[in-house]
């Protein structure tokens, strides 16, 4: 019998660049392009980052090496304000306080060999830097040591400034590879940090907690831009996603207080006035910042996903005698603010597109898309915290799966502005949540 | 033509029908509904049953030997591993009286068998998927005069399914995975009206539509996460109930003789396709495992060629050619059944052994069209499909 021959034969998929040149591809941003995620920069999360990815079809149609600051295998770090290393978070399985069964998320312990310099091995495409804004991206103090600079930029930095007191830029080191082709996804740590503190910060400055000023913002985007696009790489950059889509700030209902009729009338009569209960579904409770008053959360108020679960099961937190502290809450002030400077930047991220000719990932609205959710080759991926497998155990970066879904996003963006026919990547090959 | 003897996929004619139903037939690219070459007439036209003049017993077995590639959107080739299938037919028809003939068929107008790697792009989907339905049908046939006869019979059909795949949880174990299994009978009914005159024949057939309900499906789970089954988000079994509906057959034939020794036959044929418009699977119990997923086949049509020839007193030759179209529209391209409009080229010989034994050999090829699906919309499982099919068939014949 003829073993050969009988399998139907399919046309071998051709794909171009169209106009663009992958040859030399650089990433710069934060930590959603480092590849942070879990809490944590892990090796697994790197090898799963947005540029990462791209660089895999890019591959396809001609795209060079790719060369990452991967740190070691295992937990991953992540490294606080005073230079203490923990690793990732883990999901486990328990009982909770109310005797049900659900899980807990806590750091495992870190990695602090990944904290070793590797800058001479470089230069590195992926320029992805945790916790990096805007204006730090050509900040000569980012790759020093300690607290004045960033912990995962001064890992892999040209120059850690030892000599000089300056150290190399993020942007500087971008130029070193004189790239082709640029991914550039900055702003969300512009943000992002007033965010997720509970609103502490200030609008308007440039302190890790602040929403930066819109001018330091757009003039951050021209100097990155300019200095990317200058020898005449093409590029894509992407938008920043809005927090209400993000688990982190929506798991948590305002109104997530389920009382009896019972409960409910025994509160009445302990509460002050312009708090008050009705069976089934409340607002909580929460503290007004610095007055020592409190209030009811309104509509469209977000809870973090940070508030301690056993205190809100359990220990009365959302009562009258137990306010949600005011860093827990993004009111409605706060909101406001974070908003309508997201919406800012995009529009600047936007115009910077246009001038510029770059692709224009629109992040924002996808993140819209996802919160019904998307289908990938059979599987549902959504939004939710845990069950929707995008979102990492932070609640705030993409999950392996999520990075691949944005990824895909970009390339459709690349795809439609330089007229490739690039792939999408299988999403369902990565690591979205591992169950216990 | 046999060199891919293992491979997958049972659907060997438009949807999940199956016309693999006797050598000859198969032989003559199944246009045989004006024409009473053996017991398979029961089947293919129980009206014609009248006109035999003596008894068949007919037994045979087809081979299936299917090869499917799948090119999917992430631009990574996979193909079904090695499958084979082997759905048989059986038939008696016995000339009774003057103008009153019976028959028995039993045999797999329906079924599919797709079986993919298990940690293939579509696992969500499929992996592997088993439906076949049995029929029995008795059937009485009775003659008014030389050119016109009638026949009907129930259908008794026993369905069977059996689906896999695999569920997008993960630990560190690997993923679950949810085989649903489930059994059901309905009952219809196959129909004929048979002219024949002089060297020319006429053949009408319908056979209904009928409903496989099947109720107290069984779910079981595999390699689910443990805290997703401690909180009740997947059980590790459950209760489900579907229907399946499978579409009513209309048959119009012609044969003409030639001469003695050949013969020639044209059918059309006109499947409801459209009662398969969902497939849903409930769970009294889970309803958070609710699927459903619409279908939307449409009604489709086939014209089928086919030619005999007498060649000695032993030996018979046969050749048939058809077009089948596909009843599953783009957008519902699904890998259980990645069907496509195909073309079936036959050929048969029949030969016969001693006493009123003969044998019955036929050998189809089907080029299934390349069928790109650009936008599914239930999973978004996009690609491109490309199946050939090789059909042996060995029948045993009795005379009486």
Known sequence: MLLGGCKPSLDEPRYNAGEADFERFVAVGSSFTAGYNDGALTRTGQEASIPNILAQQFALVGGGEFKQPLLPAGNGLVVNSLGQITGQLALSSRINCAGKPDFGIANISGNAAGMQWIGNDGPYNNLGVPGAKSFQLYSQFLGKGGSAGNYYYHRFASDTGSVSGLSSTVIGDAQLINPTFFSLWMGNSDVYT??????????????????????????????????????????????????????????????????????????????????????????????????????????????????????????????????????????????????????????????????????????????????????????????????????????????????????????????????????????????????? | MFGCLLAPLLSIAGGFQINTQGQKSTSMGGSVSSVALDGSVVFYNPGALAFIDHGYLNAGVSLIVPKTSFLGQTGVEESMPGQMYTPFSVYAAYAWKPKVNIGLAINTPFGLGTKWDSNWSGRYITQEAKLNALNIQPTVSYKFNDHLSIGVGPMIVLGNADLTKALPYASSAGEAAVELKGSGTSVGANAGVNYVSGNFALGLAYRTS???????????????????????????????????????????????????????????????????????????????????????????????????????????????????????????????????????????????????????????????????????????????????????????????
């Open chain 2, 210 to 400: 009928t409903k496989i309900d099947i109720t107290g499906g069984d779910a079981s789970f595999t390699n689910v996460p443990s805290s997703l089954l401690q909180n009740g988000t997947i059980p590790s079994s459950a209760s489900f109930e579907t229907s399946v509906t499978l579409p009513s057959v209309f048959s119009l034939g012609a044969g003409y003789n030639v001469t003695p020794k050949v013969l020639i036959t044209l059918d059309f044929n006109y499947t409801g396709w459209k009662v398969y418009d969902s497939l849903n699977f409930i769970f009294a119990d889970n309803s958070q495992l609710d699927s459903r997923q619409a279908r939307n086949y449409k009604n489709a049509v086939a014209v089928r060629g086919g030619i005999q020839y007498k060649k000695t007193e032993r030996i018979t030759l046969r050749a048939g050619l058809a077009f089948d179209q596909t009843p599953v529209q783009d957008g519902y391209v699904s890998p259980e059944l990645p069907d496509a409009n195909r073309l079936i080229y036959a050929a048969g010989i029949s030969y016969k052994l001693k006493g009123n034994f003969s044998a019955d050999l036929s050998l189809m090829y089907e080029n299934v069209k390349e069928r790109k699906e650009v936008d599914n919309m239930q999973t978004n499982f996009n690609g491109t499909y490309k199946t050939n099919l090789v059909v042996g068939g060995l029948g045993l014949q009795y005379e009486f």
């Open chain 1, 194 to 436: 007033y965010a997720s503190a509970g609103g502490v910060g200030v609008v308007g400055g440039i302190g890790t907690y602040d929403i930066t000023p819109i001018d330091t913002f757009n003039k951050a985007v021209d100097f990155i831009v300019n200095g990317l696009t200058s020898n005449g790489a093409k590029g894509v950059i992407a938008n920043i996603p809005d927090i209400s889509d993000i688990p982190y700030f929506n798991t948590i209902p305002y109104n997530g207080l389920t009382l009896t009729a019972a409960q409910a009338t025994a509160l009445n009569t302990v509460s002050p006035p312009g708090i008050s209960f009705a069976a089934g579904a409340n607002s909580f409770v929460v503290e007004n910042p610095g007055s020592g008053t409190i209030r009811q959360l309104k509509s469209g108020e977000l809870l973090l996903l940070s508030i301690p679960s056993d205190s809100l099961l359990c220990g009365g937190w959302g009562l009258p005698q137990h306010p949600i502290p005011a860093n827990y809450v993004i009111d409605s002030t706060e909101l406001s603010n974070i908003k309508s400077n997201i919406t800012l930047f995009n529009n600047k991220i936007s115009a910077a597109a246009a001038a510029k000719g770059l692709a224009l990932v629109d992040v924002n609205h996808f993140y819209k898309t996802l919160q019904s959710g998307v289908k990938f080759n059979g599987a549902t991926m959504s939004a939710s915290f845990l069950s929707g497998a995008a979102f990492s155990l932070d609640g705030v970066h993409p999950s392996n799966k999520g990075f691949a879904l944005i990824a895909n996003e970009f390339i459709t963006a690349i795809n439609a502005r330089f007229k490739c026919n690039l792939p999408p990547v299988d999403v369902n090959s990565y690591t979205g949540i591992i169950f216990p």
